[in-house]
């Protein structure tokens, strides 16, 4: 049974920097996609950004190019988010995914990730 568990949520101001890591297990980790999206009330969910563990790839969603960064530890089956220069528009519910429907990691469609977890929130303060 695959299983993602975030953390790392919490308040901060803007300008602050937060991490968020997401321990994976129940399957094969160099075989999948593994990402955040984030919703905000009101909002659509949003694909942030993926990494594939098998060919390092990675993608982030224009609105956080340059500030936001992933990472993946295949060793301890592990993806972190490392969030600096944050907004009060990134303010969200932060989910970790999962897929091993797509190999490289690219532009997050929804009904491509099958595993979630349960999410964990992020406030940026103005």
């Known amino acids: 049974e695959v299983q993602l568990v975030e953390s790392g949520g919490g308040l901060v101001q803007a300008g602050g920097s937060l991490r968020l890591s997401c321990a994976a297990s129940?399957?094969?980790?160099?075989?999948?996609?593994i990402g955040w999206f984030r919703q905000a009330p009101g909002k659509e969910r949003e694909g942030v950004s993926c990494?594939?563990?098998?060919?390092?790839?990675?993608y982030y969603a224009d609105s956080v190019k340059g500030r936001f960064t992933i990472s993946s530890d295949n060793a301890k089956n592990t993806v972190t988010l490392q969030m600096n220069s944050l907004k009060p528009e990134d303010t969200a519910f932060y989910y970790c995914?999962?897929?091993?429907?797509?190999?490289?990691?690219?532009?997050?469609?929804?009904?491509?990730?099958?595993?979630w977890g349960q999410g964990t929130q992020v406030t940026v303060s103005s």
């Open positions: 995914v999962a897929t091993e429907l797509i190999t490289t990691a690219r532009v997050m469609e929804i009904r491509d990730f099958g595993s």
């Open positions: 129940g399957f094969t980790f160099d075989d999948y996609v």
């Open positions: 990494i594939s563990s098998s060919d390092g790839s990675t």
